[in-house]
C-alpha cells in the first residue's frame, strides 16, 4: 500500500509563492512517476505538473510554465511543487498522485493509481 499526504496550503495573495509538499509512505519503491493535479471549484482536476522517478524529466501545464517549478527527493520519498507569483486562478484544492508502474503518464488524472487528500490553495486578488 502506497499513502501520499500532502501539506503547505494555505492562503497567500496574488504574485505571492507557497510550496507544497507531498509525503509518500507505505510501498514507496512501487511509485514510478508523480504528479500534482488540481480541482478549482465547480470544475473537473486538472493536471498542473509532474515528475519522472529520477526527477530527470518534468511536465507542466501551459497555464503554470514559467512559474511552477516540480521537484522530487526520492531518499525523504517527497514531491515537491513550488509556486511563484500566484494568481487568482490558481485557487484550487491540489492533489498529489503517483503511478504504479513505469509507463509513462500523459496528464489524465485516471492513468495514476496513487493520491493524496489534497490540499486547499486560495490566491486572494
Known amino acids: 500500500q502506497v499513502l501520499l499526504e500532502e501539506s503547505g496550503g494555505g492562503l497567500v495573495q496574488a504574485g505571492g509563492s507557497l510550496e507544497l509538499s507531498c509525503t509518500a509512505s507505505g510501498r514507496t519503491a512501487y511509485i514510478y512517476e508523480m504528479a500534482w493535479f488540481r480541482r478549482a471549484p465547480g470544475e473537473e482536476r486538472v493536471f498542473v505538473a509532474s515528475t519522472s522517478r529520477n526527477g530527470d524529466m518534468t511536465g507542466y501545464a501551459d497555464s503554470v510554465k514559467g512559474r511552477f517549478t516540480v521537484s522530487r527527493d526520492n531518499a525523504k520519498n517527497m514531491v515537491y511543487l513550488q509556486m511563484n507569483n500566484l494568481k487568482p486562478d490558481d485557487t484550487a484544492v491540489y492533489y498529489c498522485?503517483?503511478?504504479?508502474?513505469?509507463?509513462?503518464?500523459?496528464?489524465?488524472?485516471?492513468?495514476?493509481?496513487?493520491w493524496g487528500q489534497g490540499t486547499q490553495v486560495t490566491v486572494s486578488s
Open positions: 498522485a503517483g503511478a504504479r508502474d513505469p509507463r509513462p503518464r500523459t496528464g489524465w488524472d485516471n492513468e495514476y493509481e496513487y
